[in-house]
């Protein structure tokens, strides 16, 4: 489970419960702040919470539930870009039929499933797998010519990651500019009428979604883009070891032979995997290895990578060589498997090996994004049972700990917070990781009278004392330390893993739950 994923679930939860698709509901004057950028998964997990399953149970039944629908999408989009090839004239159906044909199919998928690239983003309860069926049910749609479910799933792919647009737009182009019909003027006129229908199904909803947006939160764009606000900063420190990372786990240096047989046709994938490539160095990247921003682009990659095998196949048939028709793509298609196996294998015991720190020094790891959910889940939980339920608490990660606390929380990182947005004095080095670019000054905290401020705070075996309290809450703030208990921990023998303690600051002189000057830590 990844923590920020629990964002998107106390805003459902909010919206099921409450009907409020607020971070803190009941807070007057009413904060109403679009921490998001997922509109439609956290829908669909509000519907969840309707019939009585909780968002962080639906979630990854859902994430995995798309991911594995997304692979047939690929066979199908690799049907249609290569077995139906388009030509000037009348499409020319390829004589590759039967048994063989359905293994090539098959070849994306294979490729897909032993790529951590991939693999891990059918988990963590993020709407990444989701997002990437809409765009390839998309430009599947696009690519068979049935231009309205394509608008369709288009929309609903921007409904759910504003970015899932990147891709979409750069295949409808790339094939439009493939497509030589369109240089004849003639053909523009009809053309036109019929992009009306098909463009208005893919924007209508997302412009009265932008207006709903403004007249609910006052703002045609979410809080994120206050907060991730001057990207520029992080293309080189975070954008472009973010896409050379990818471009290293994904082992494109071995499909460089490959590049050799990229035609015209080709550019219908080509294009869009370059374009997102350089959408995300453009806003900087991510801190969470294995390339989720860029999910899309690895299913559009194994799609192109099998395309053209069976191109080189189709080659070596065309000039007599049977045996290297039939040899050499295969040969080359079990050597990327293999690699992909092998590496997948190494990032697996690599990263079950990192529960805490980075992967690089950069990255964060799929382990240590769990543990780190796991134990503020278990601690929002013991705030919940324990705390007055009118306890304000600082948080510097607003998932997991917000999430199963369901207390009134104040977002040190601006995520959820209406101010620190456009707060000068908030901004942080230009070298932060990305999403950690605003941090609440010392006085903001102060002003908002917290019960506990947790952002400050440590995380360990042992209560720490007194001399290393943090600057700005020392002299009149002490430790309040929980034992959330084991926390549970599939990768660990007994199932569970001990967290020690997690403590925050609390103001001396004021009662917290059981946290009192003199009393209980």
Request: charged share 15%; hydrophobic share 50%; glycine share 8%.
């Amino acid at each position: 489970m990844s923590d920020d994923a629990f964002i998107a679930f106390r805003y459902a939860h909010n919206l099921a419960t409450h009907g409020e698709l607020v971070f803190n509901p009941g807070v007057f004057p009413p904060e109403r702040v679009e921490g998001y950028t997922n509109f439609l998964w956290v829908i669909l997990l509000a519907l969840a919470e309707r019939v009585g399953v909780p968002a962080h149970q639906a979630a990854p039944i859902l994430t995995q539930t798309f991911g594995l629908l997304a692979l047939p999408l690929t066979a199908g989009l690799l049907e249609r870009v290569h077995v139906r090839t388009r030509t000037d004239g009348p499409e020319v159906r390829s004589p590759e039929r039967g048994c063989g044909a359905t293994w090539v199919l098959l070849g994306p998928a294979v490729l897909l499933a032993a790529t951590p690239e991939y693999v891990v983003w059918l988990h963590g309860g993020l709407e990444t797998s989701f997002a990437t069926f809409l765009v390839l049910a998309s430009v599947l749609s696009y690519a068979s010519n049935n231009r309205l479910w394509a608008a369709a799933f288009a929309s609903a792919a921007v409904l759910t990651r504003l970015d899932a647009s990147v891709p979409i737009v750069a295949h409808v182009v790339a094939s439009v500019a493939f497509d030589r019909t369109w240089v004849s003027r003639r053909a523009w006129p009809m053309r036109a009428r019929q992009a009306v229908m098909p463009l208005a199904v893919a924007l209508v909803p997302v412009a009265l979604h932008m207006i709903w947006r403004r007249c609910y939160y006052g703002s045609w764009l979410p809080n994120t883009f206050a907060i991730k606000a001057h990207a520029d900063d992080l293309r080189w420190s975070y954008g472009l070891p973010y896409v050379l990372a990818w471009i290293h786990n994904i082992g494109l240096v071995w499909m460089i032979p490959l590049a050799l047989l990229v035609r015209r046709q080709h550019l219908v994938l080509v294009v869009p995997i370059v374009v997102t490539l350089l959408y995300v160095w453009m806003v900087g990247g991510d801190f969470m290895a294995y390339g989720r921003f860029l999910v899309p682009a690895t299913a559009m990659l194994a799609v192109l990578v099998v395309w053209l095998l069976q191109d080189a196949r189709t080659w070596c048939t065309r000039f007599r060589v049977p045996m290297v028709a039939i040899v050499g793509p295969f040969l080359l298609f079990f050597g990327l498997l293999a690699r992909s196996a092998w590496h997948a294998r190494a990032c697996w015991i690599i990263d079950r090996a990192s529960p805490q720190g980075w992967l690089d020094g950069r990255w964060e790891g799929v382990h240590a994004m769990n543990r780190f959910a796991r134990v503020r889940f278990a601690v929002g939980t013991w705030m919940r049972e324990n705390l007055p339920a009118d306890a304000l608490v600082v948080v510097g990660a607003a998932g997991a700990l917000p999430y199963a606390s369901g207390l009134p929380i104040v977002d040190a990182l601006g995520l959820n917070d209406p101010v620190l947005g456009s707060m000068p004095e908030a901004r942080q080095s230009k070298h932060a990781r990305p999403g950690h670019q605003v941090h609440a000054p010392t006085w903001y905290i102060h002003e908002r009278d917290p019960a506990l401020v947790c952002h400050v705070g440590f995380v360990g075996q042992r209560i720490p004392s007194e001399a290393s309290a943090p600057a700005g809450f020392a002299q009149t703030w002490t430790w309040a330390c929980i034992a959330p208990g084991p926390v549970p921990d599939t990768s660990e023998r007994s199932g569970t893993f001990d967290a020690g303690y997690y403590c925050c600051r609390r103001p001396r002189g004021r009662d917290v739950g059981p946290f009192r000057d003199g009393g209980a830590r």
